[in-house]
Structures are given as C-alpha cells and as structure tokens.
C-alpha cells in the first residue's frame, strides 16, 4: 500500500531562510506527486504537482525516485509562506494519499 | 468556484447524513475526503463522468452520486462518532487520466454525537 510520510509537523525558519519541506514515499510504481498549500482560514489548494516540473510562487518540489522523496524548496522564506503543506501521492487514475502535513512558520 | 453544503452539521450516532457539493464548471470529476482534526485528508472515492472510478478504504455505508448538472453528493448511513470530521470535496478537469485543474471546497464540519 502507498504511504506518504511528512516527518516534520512544525518547521520554524526566519524570513529570508532557506525552506525545505521533506516528503517521503512508499510506492513501488511510478507516482504522481503533488504538494497542496492550505494559508489560515482558506480551502485546499493545489500548489504544484511534479509532472508540471514548475516553480510556484518560488517554491519547486523534484522527484528523487531512487529516495523516494519529493521535498519541498524555496530559497528564500516570505512571511506570506507560512502555511500548512501537504504532500499527496495518486496512483493510477484515483486514489489519492496525503501525508500528515507540514506547518511552516515563517518568523519576521 | 466550489461549493459545499451545509458548513456545520451535527448528527447522532446510527442517522443518516447527505453532504453537498457543487463543482465547477466544466470540471468531469469530483472526488471526496475526510480530514480528522491534525490529520491529512483521507481519499473516500472519486466519481468521473457520474460513474464512482476509485475509492479508499472506507466502507460501504459511506455512498455518494454525481449529477450532471455539477452537482454531488456524499452520503454516510450508520453514522459513528469516528465520522466527525471536516468533509472536503475537490472538483477536477482530468484529461487522458492526467489532472489538469483541481479546486477544493470549503468543507462540512460533521459532528456526530
């Protein structure tokens, strides 16, 4: 069964830090990859997902398959930044696992 | 935009309860998840074209339509005090299985007592 896992339910940085969201899976096909972004007292988003290979918003997000990893990075921290995260992993055409997620605090 | 109805709702243990949600235009899936307090959405299933395509691990007692007209709905029979949860529904434009757009809605706050 696919899992994904977020090992880090709080990340602190200072504005202006470098960020690094780790997402790890367990699958054993080829997935498809997602991160969503969830700002306070606002719905679900779809932030980018690793087929697209795009920066949003300065963050990307590379599929390593030999660690099956797919952190999440920005270079340099926004106030604006502080969110919660989720990675997801979709197999096939359906179905769809979330990790726990990430809340990141971006201190000023 | 999506929309869900209601916002809240609070039910009993062993009622029935249907949730609502309004996709959006032009989107061809709708896809259903609970989320736990401090937890991460949970797949339930995922409906294309009407037809139910993929589902997690959830039992039967938790159903749901899709309309043509972009609307769905999620139906749980037998409610448990473990189904209190905020219930998300994510509209979708898939194409050749690949997602092109996807758009959550708000949620309904279920509370059973």
């Known amino acids: 069964a696919q899992r994904v896992t977020q090992p880090e339910k709080l990340l602190s940085v200072f504005k202006g830090a470098p960020v690094e969201l780790k997402c790890n899976y367990s699958y054993s096909g080829s997935p498809e990859l997602f991160w969503y972004v969830q700002y306070s007292r606002q719905r679900l988003q779809l932030l980018l997902r690793h087929i697209s290979r795009e920066s949003i918003k300065g963050f990307t997000a590379d599929l390593n398959k030999g660690e099956t990893s797919f952190h999440l990075k920005k270079p340099f921290a926004q106030e604006e930044d502080s969110a919660m995260y989720y990675c997801?992993?979709?197999?096939?055409?359906?179905?769809?696992?979330f990790g726990t997620g990430t809340k990141l605090q971006v201190i000023p | 935009g999506v929309t869900q109805s209601p916002t809240h709702l609070i039910k009993t243990r062993g009622q029935q309860v249907t949730l609502r949600c309004s996709s959006q235009?032009?989107?061809?899936?709708v896809s259903w998840y609970q989320q736990a307090l401090g937890q991460g959405p949970q797949f339930i299933f995922q409906y294309y074209r009407e037809e139910e395509n993929g589902r997690g691990n959830f039992p039967p007692r938790f159903s749901g339509l899709q309309f043509p007209n972009d609307s769905s709905e999620l139906n749980v029979n037998a409610l448990e005090l473990d189904d209190s949860a905020l219930y998300l529904c994510?509209?979708?434009?898939?194409?050749?299985?690949?997602?092109?757009?996807?758009?959550f809605g708000p949620g309904t706050r279920l509370t059973v007592l």
């Open positions: 997801a992993l979709k197999v096939g055409y359906q179905k769809v696992t």
């Open positions: 235009s032009g989107h061809n899936t």
């Open positions: 994510a509209s979708s434009l898939l194409l050749a299985g690949a997602m092109i757009t996807q758009y």
